[in-house]
């Protein structure tokens, strides 16, 4: 359950999706993912996940912890694709949050099409129209995925009491209602903390 698959190539990440969320989503929306960059972006700047498709790794391994848990503990959601969507997308905000620095551009191995020595780092993207973090991946996602209300509390809580103190109260309630919202959560910091990425 730890360990998870490193230094995976785009094309690679591209068929781990597909395997998983193809079914699950419509073909506009999957463009839309290929198109802004959701296989390449990062998922920080200098915490976990801040290197190329750190975004998708961080999503696909929430998503499997999700799906684990579900199995485990035999967790009710009100639809089965939920834990795809939520694991998978609840971190769409940051699709858009930063830009790719190359700081040197490496050479291309002869043959295999790799990059070697590639060094690349990445900052805030200034021209982001939509700032924010869970309300924003919220915002983003119902253009495309009819949301229900329990994906909408777990992925609007995922970062549990980090929400912030004015927020506890209405985060207390989420897991009341839905006790998966405390499950998703779990899932976010064990992926990032634990498994690191
Ligand atoms: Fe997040
Ligand atoms: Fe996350």
Known sequence: ?????????????????????????????????????????AASTKYHGAFEGGLFDHSYEVTQVLLDMTQRLNLQWTRPESPYIIGMFHDLCKIDNYITIVDEPGEIMMGTGDVKGKEIHFEYNQDCILTGHADKSIMLLSQFVNLTEEEMLCIRFHM????????????????????????????????SKVKGV
Request: overall charge negative.
């Open 160 to 191: 549990g009491a980090y929400e912030g103190q004015d927020q506890w109260d209405n985060y207390d309630k989420a897991i009341r209602k839905y006790e998966t919202v405390l499950f998703t959560h779990t899932a976010d910091m064990y992926t």
């Open 1 to 41: 359950m730890l360990e998870y698959e490193k230094n995976l190539t785009t094309n690679r990440r591209i068929e781990l999706f597909n395997g998983l969320m193809k079914e699950k989503i419509s073909k506009e929306f999957y463009d839309w993912l290929i198109e802004n960059g959701f296989f390449t972006q």
